[in-house]
């Protein structure tokens, strides 16, 4: 089975840092993707960063400049370096992976979170 586990988050104050990590284990067909969201209770699930395998990146517009992700796809592996945090990037922390299924359809695979509080 494949799984993702995520660590890294914690208690931190506001213009503090973080580096969150991501490992993934089990067979993935076709790997072109590795990202992270997050979300607050009652919200949606927010779209923070995404890597593909072809070395782009994206990023939502509310981190541009404040995180930078970074993927290892020969060991399945994704970072997000979180700098210059607010009280709004308080939130659960998801990384997600994704493959090509047999019929090229692609599917994502979610870890469990990682809690990041910033307070001041």
């Known amino acids: 089975q494949v799984q993702l586990v995520e660590s890294g988050g914690g208690l931190v104050r506001p213009g503090g840092s973080l580096r969150l990590s991501c490992v993934a284990s089990g067979k993935i067909g076709g790997l072109y993707a590795m990202g992270w969201y997050r979300q607050v209770v009652g919200r949606q699930r927010e779209f923070i960063a995404t890597s593909t395998n072809r070395d782009t990146t994206d990023y939502a517009d509310s981190v541009k400049g404040r995180f930078t992700i970074s993927g290892d796809f020969v060991n399945k592996t994704v970072y997000l370096q979180l700098n210059s945090l607010k009280l709004d990037d308080t939130a659960v922390y998801y990384c997600?992976?994704?493959?090509?299924?047999?019929?090229?359809?692609?599917?994502?695979?979610w870890g469990q979170g990682t809690q990041v509080t910033v307070s001041s």
């Open positions: 997600n992976t994704e493959g090509l299924e047999t019929n090229g359809s692609p599917r994502k695979y």
